[in-house]
C-alpha cells in the first residue's frame, strides 16, 4: 500500500481537518508524511513613478513564509502526537496545484492526501479547483478529503 503521503496544507479549517485525517491515515497503514506548503506569487507593487516597491514586496513574502511555517508546524506537531515521522517542505511555485504535484515528485511520495474545499459550482467554474488541477496532473493517487 502507500508508504509516504504528501499533505499540502493552507491553513484553512478543511485543510486542517484533512490534515488530521492525513495523519490518521498514515498512522494506521504505517506510512510517513511530507507536509507541504506552496508560497503564492506575489505581484510586485508598483508606485506611482513606476518604481517596484522592492521593501514591501520582501516584507509580504517573509511574512507569507513565516505563516507557511506556522502551518506546516502544527502538522509536524501533529504527526509527532501520532508517532508519524513528518518532513516539512515550502516552495514557491507558479501555482499552488502545480507546487504540489512537483513536491510529491521531488520527495518521492505515492500518494498526495489533500483536501477540497468544496466551492460551489460557479465559483470552481470561474475560480478554479486546486484539488481538481491536482487531479487532473498528478500522475500519483489523490485521495481528496471533504
Same mark, same amino acid.
Given at each position: 500500500?502507500?508508504?509516504?503521503?504528501? +499533505?499540502?496544507?493552507?491553513? =484553512?479549517?478543511?485543510?486542517?481537518?484533512?490534515?488530521?485525517?492525513? +495523519? =490518521?491515515?498514515?498512522?494506521?497503514?504505517?506510512?510517513?508524511?511530507?507536509?507541504?506548503?506552496?508560497?503564492?506569487?506575489?505581484?510586485?507593487?508598483?508606485?506611482?513613478?513606476?518604481?517596484?516597491?522592492?521593501? =514591501?514586496?520582501?516584507?509580504?513574502?517573509?511574512?507569507?513564509?513565516?505563516?507557511?511555517?506556522?502551518? !506546516?508546524?502544527?502538522?509536524?506537531?501533529?504527526?509527532?502526537?501520532?508517532?508519524?515521522? /513528518?518532513?516539512?517542505?515550502?516552495?514557491?511555485?507558479?501555482?499552488?496545484?502545480?507546487?504540489?504535484?512537483?513536491?510529491?515528485?521531488?520527495?518521492? /511520495?505515492?500518494?498526495?492526501?489533500?483536501?477540497?474545499?468544496?466551492?460551489?459550482?460557479?465559483? =470552481? !467554474?470561474? !475560480?478554479?479547483?486546486?484539488?481538481?488541477?491536482?487531479?487532473?496532473?498528478?500522475?500519483?493517487?489523490?485521495?481528496?478529503?471533504?
Amino acid at each position: 500500500m502507500f508508504k509516504h503521503l504528501l +499533505i499540502p496544507t493552507d491553513g =484553512s479549517t478543511l485543510s486542517r481537518k484533512a490534515v488530521k485525517a492525513g +495523519i =490518521s491515515f498514515a498512522k494506521t497503514i504505517g506510512a510517513k508524511v511530507t507536509a507541504y506548503y506552496a508560497l503564492e506569487m506575489v505581484q510586485p507593487y508598483i508606485v506611482a513613478d513606476g518604481a517596484v516597491d522592492i521593501a =514591501s514586496l520582501k516584507a509580504f513574502e517573509q511574512r507569507a513564509r513565516e505563516r507557511g511555517e506556522e502551518h !506546516l508546524a502544527e502538522v509536524g506537531e501533529a504527526a509527532e502526537a501520532a508517532g508519524i515521522v /513528518c518532513e516539512a517542505y515550502i516552495t514557491k511555485p507558479a501555482t499552488p496545484y502545480q507546487g504540489i504535484v512537483q513536491a510529491a515528485k521531488k520527495k518521492k /511520495c505515492d500518494v498526495i492526501f489533500m483536501a477540497s474545499h468544496g466551492r460551489g459550482e460557479l465559483a =470552481s !467554474l470561474v !475560480l478554479g479547483s486546486v484539488t481538481q488541477k491536482v487531479l487532473a496532473h498528478s500522475k500519483l493517487p489523490v485521495m481528496v478529503y471533504r
